[in-house]
T-cell receptor
Framework: DAKTTQPPSMDCAEGRAANLPCNHS???????VYWYRQIHSQGPQYIIH???NNETNEMASLIITEDRKSSTLILPHATLRDTAVYYC??????????????FGQGTRLTINP | DGGITQSPKYLFRKEGQNVTLSCEQN?????MYWYRQDPGQGLRLIYY???????QKGDIAEGYSVSREKKESFPLTVTSAQKNPTAFYLC?????????????FGPGTRLTVL
């Protein structure tokens, strides 16, 4: 399984951009990078995913390096409600077979007022 | 509202008893999954099902069983053979018919075995 490496914790001031890094140096050419977050005692919430190109949606932006060995999730204007554990995940499995998301320990992001 | 429901939110059982956790989805998703989460850890896959009447073991299936008789439902039974059943259990679903495995998660069931 492709592994990801994330810092265990980060802090960010409210209203600033939060940039969460992720290393996935063993990613293969057809594997997507997914980001989820989990607020305490709730189910994880999907944020964004990408393959090669940078992606943006209403929640965040995903920047993937050209060699695909790392990525950064950007929350443009962090709010207190963005405090959560953020998981960077590489999808495992070949379609149409089984696909699973392998969750690491994630980054605990704390937004400070 | 479309979504995934899990019940109950909290569950207490005595050691040695089997217990079944409910998971229902009205998203018309083909694939459903069960994960387990221990304190301070990421999620680990227990079982998954891509279509009705079919399911496969995940990484930590020992001591668990599932069924998929209906598209909307994927109950998980924690048996007495599971050595450390106390954990947070999460159910998820996805469309399953595309290569984009965006999974939608339920609120979870926290199981405590006394």
């Amino acid at each position: 399984d492709a592994k990801t490496t994330q810092p265990p914790s980060m802090d960010c001031a409210e209203g600033r951009a939060a940039n969460l890094p992720c290393n996935h140096s063993t990613i293969s050419g057809n594997e997507y990078v997914y980001w989820y977050r989990q607020i305490h005692s709730q189910g994880p919430q999907y944020i964004i995913h990408g393959l090669k190109n940078n992606e943006t949606n209403e929640m965040a932006s995903l920047i993937i390096t050209e060699d695909r060995k790392s990525s950064t999730l950007i929350l443009p204007h962090a709010t207190l409600r963005d405090t959560a554990v953020y998981y960077c995940i590489v999808r495992v499995g070949e379609w149409p077979g089984a696909q699973k998301l392998v969750f690491g320990q994630g980054t605990r992001l704390t937004i400070n007022p | 509202d479309g979504g995934i429901t899990q019940s109950p939110k909290y569950l207490f059982r005595k050691e040695g008893q089997n217990v079944t956790l409910s998971c229902e989805q009205n998203l018309n998703h083909d694939a459903m999954y069960w994960y387990r989460q221990d304190p301070g850890q990421g999620l680990r896959l227990i079982y998954y099902s891509q279509i009705v009447n079919d399911f496969q073991k995940g990484d930590i299936a020992e001591g668990y069983s599932v069924s998929r008789e209906k598209k909307e439902s994927f109950p998980l039974t924690v048996t007495s053979a599971q050595k450390n059943p106390t954990a947070f259990y999460l159910c998820a679903s996805s469309r399953g018919r595309t290569p984009y495995n965006e999974q939608f998660f339920g609120p979870g069931t926290r199981l405590t075995v006394l």
